[in-house]
């Protein structure tokens, strides 16, 4: 729907039944026939998902195991440098294996103690509404598939270990599960899909690439950088901005590159107080609020 999205290969079903993973030219798996076919059928045991059913359990080849090693071990070791207390705290009680890929069934009872959350499979594009309001239940739409074996330490899309070294360690926190389930129940209050994405920026400035301040130094809890063994070494060098929910929400960014603007808290207090707060309040006119004020700001000038 929105820019983000973007960041997704498009998963098509044809009349005989067939499912197709269009990746883009660029993709480092464009020219691979076999991981063609697997990105297919893992995107097929998805689209068969039901409520209620058992979630479905991927067969991963030591190939995509030997991936999942790879990064685990690389970002571990990012995170003990660039990581907030928090996110490492949460990581710790969380403790998810690093020698292979765990099923979503076994995030889901990893996490539901610690925060109440339950992953479900996804083939791919979550339409936005469905996907964070399902955060008011406690449910996050995760990816299945790998990255491509020839690049373990990037991917154009997000895959397993965004979905879940990236945004399941940051929802093992209490503090930012309570974060997602108020962004979930400020979905399920909007109509317009403007002020939809005037929440998705927001989040993606926050959730997917904030950044905090602790001990002197500036550290990560956004998942985009927890899960990003490039941007996670160099966000420190983007323009650091205070917490400004207007501002985030009406910037202009690329997806398709590291970030040259962030927003830094001050405190895990702050986050809650002004993008907790934020959510908690929003509604559909918000965005007209928003250019209101700022027009009224302008003319002072």
């Known amino acids: 729907m929105f ?28 020219g691979d026939p076999d991981y063609r076919t697997r990105r297919n059928a893992i995107a097929a045991l998805a689209l ?32 003990e440098t660039y990581a907030c207390q928090e996110v490492l705290d949460a990581a710790a009680r969380l403790d998810l294996p690093g020698d292979h890929i765990p099923q979503l069934d076994e995030v889901s009872e990893k996490l539901f103690p610690l925060s109440g959350f339950r992953y479900v499979p996804a083939a791919g594009l979550v339409p936005l509404r469905e996907f964070f309001g399902s955060f008011a239940d406690r449910i996050f739409h995760s990816t299945q598939y790998i990255r491509h074996h020839s690049a373990p330490l990037y991917t154009p899309e997000p ?27 400020a979905v399920n209050r909007l109509e317009t899909d403007t002020a939809l994405k005037f929440l998705a920026d927001v989040f993606w400035f926050s959730m997917e690439f904030g950044v905090v301040r602790e001990a002197g130094e500036v ?14 070494t160099e966000f420190r060098d983007a323009d650091l901005r205070p917490l400004d929910v207007i501002e985030m929400a009406t910037a202009t960014y690329d997806i398709t590159h590291y970030q040259p603007i962030l927003y830094c808290a001050e405190s895990i ?29 302008a003319g002072a000038q």
């Open 3 to 30: 820019t983000e999205a973007q960041l997704y290969s498009p998963v098509t079903r044809s009349g005989d039944g067939d499912v197709t993973v269009h990746l883009s030219d660029e993709h480092p798996g464009v």
């Open 48 to 79: 068969e998902y039901a409520p209620g059913k058992p979630l479905p359990r991927i067969a991963y080849t030591e190939e995509e195991q030997q991936v999942w090693r790879t990064v685990s071990y690389e970002l571990a070791r990012k995170h």
């Open 159 to 185: 895959d397993a270990i965004h979905e879940i070294i990236g945004h399941a360690n940051q929802i093992a926190s209490p503090r930012f599960a309570a974060i997602y389930q108020t962004v979930g129940e």
């Open 219 to 232: 550290r990560c809890y956004g998942a985009g950088l927890l899960s990003s063994f490039g941007e996670i």
């Open 269 to 297: 207090s702050e986050i809650e107080d002004v993008v907790g707060a934020f959510f908690a309040t929003m509604d559909d006119e918000t965005p007209l609020r928003a250019a209101h004020a700022r027009s009224k700001v």
